[in-house]
């Protein structure tokens, strides 16, 4: 039912013409599917960045497509976390904070990362459509 959904994928799934996405596109428009948010400084940062990526964060808050997760807990989580090998502590800890085991990324150290630390799965491409359920998210 949730998802985590990495900044280097927000050009991608805004494309409507990248088939990789469409699966997650349908899944969050279509099903129960939810992304995972949270108004950490980075993830707001990198939001920012895409602006038409932030609309559909708005759109999806209002929508009850968004999980809200409060900052406070992922910054405490992320502050006890273990080193990395990526620089995306606020994904790890807000995929923990969360319990969300299901990341949208083409970043691999952040994959070798998420699959160490959360034990989840990872999405890149339409192929993983069948990680697309709806009891990912608790």
């Known amino acids: 039912m949730c998802l985590i959904l990495d900044a280097n994928k927000f050009s991608n799934f805004l494309a409507k013409n990248d088939t990789d996405m469409q699966p997650v596109r349908n899944w969050i428009e279509n099903s129960n599917g939810k992304i995972v948010y949270s108004?950490?400084?980075?993830?707001?940062?990198?939001l920012n960045r895409h602006g038409k990526m932030h609309r559909w964060i708005l759109t999806y808050r209002r929508s009850n497509k968004l999980k809200y997760v409060n900052e406070k807990d992922v910054k405490q989580k992320e502050k006890n976390l273990p080193e990395l090998e990526s620089n995306d502590s606020h994904i790890i800890a807000l995929a923990i904070v969360a319990n969300t085991k299901l990341l949208v990324s083409g970043d691999k150290k952040l994959h070798t990362d998420f699959k160490k630390i959360v034990k989840g799965k990872i999405y890149q491409t339409r192929n993983h459509e069948h990680l697309l359920h709806d009891n990912l998210c608790p």
Do not use: G, H, N, P
């Not at 108004?39 to 707001?44: D, I």
């Open 39 to 46: 108004k950490t400084e980075q993830l707001e940062s990198e």
